[in-house]
């Protein structure tokens, strides 16, 4: 079964270098191949062409034209490649921390191209993988601290066993057609309300 073509979308305001990077995807066989020359719009630009992959290529970045880019690549969700002819420590600490795949300096060559792609994209799987479960991870633990300490309102105000508390929580849940979370945390809020309301 033939997996469908990636889109990749170059950025590089020197077309000579984009060429290059062109001609190393194409000859890898990659077809969807689209190029911004002009940097003013490329937000709009990596809309308009949803690509799979990004490729940006900066010759000599100034500090300025790093930032816009790595705010640009924070937002875009994308993996990405990064060439850049020179950098330092703290640049590539930044690239980094805003989500580039694979940040390779003073290594634009054509027969390159293909395995750092192929790299930024695995690396941008597995971070992608490993984010999802920790958010997977931290939204149960809420969920289970959510429904104990509801169970210990319910058991308070109502005298309930910590078993019937969580089976009322759960009979409720069903019958509103929403989660036990859900419940709990609405039993939490109004418990708060009903406590400030007595300091009042």
């Known amino acids: 079964m033939d997996r469908p073509a990636l889109r990749i979308l170059i950025i590089d305001e020197n077309r ?19 190029l911004v020359h002009d940097m003013s719009g490329v937000a709009r ?23 816009s880019m790595f705010q640009l690549t924070r937002a875009v969700k994308r993996p990405i490649a990064m060439f850049v002819d020179r950098s330092d420590s703290a640049s590539i600490e930044a690239a980094i921390d ?58 308070k105000s109502r005298g ?17 057609n929403r989660k036990i979370a859900e419940i709990a945390q609405s039993l939490i809020t109004a418990a708060g309300l009903l406590e400030g309301g007595d300091e009042a």
């Open 45 to 67: 630009q990596i809309a308009d062409t949803e690509p799979d992959v990004i490729v940006i290529d900066l010759e000599n970045p100034n500090r300025d034209v790093l930032e």
């Open 160 to 176: 309930l066993s910590e078993q019937e508390a969580y089976a009322l929580l759960r009979r409720t849940a069903m019958n509103q």
């Open 16 to 34: 000579l270098r984009a060429a290059v990077i062109e001609d190393g995807l194409r000859e890898a066989g990659h077809s969807e191949v689209a």
């Open 98 to 155: 805003a989500g580039v795949s694979a940040y390779v300096v003073d290594g634009l060559r054509k027969d390159r191209v293909k395995p750092i792609l192929d790299m930024a994209i695995s690396r941008f799987n597995a971070y992608s993988r490993m984010a999802r479960e920790l958010e997977e991870a931290r939204t149960e633990l809420e969920s289970r601290r959510l429904v104990e300490r509801a169970k210990g309102i319910l058991m």
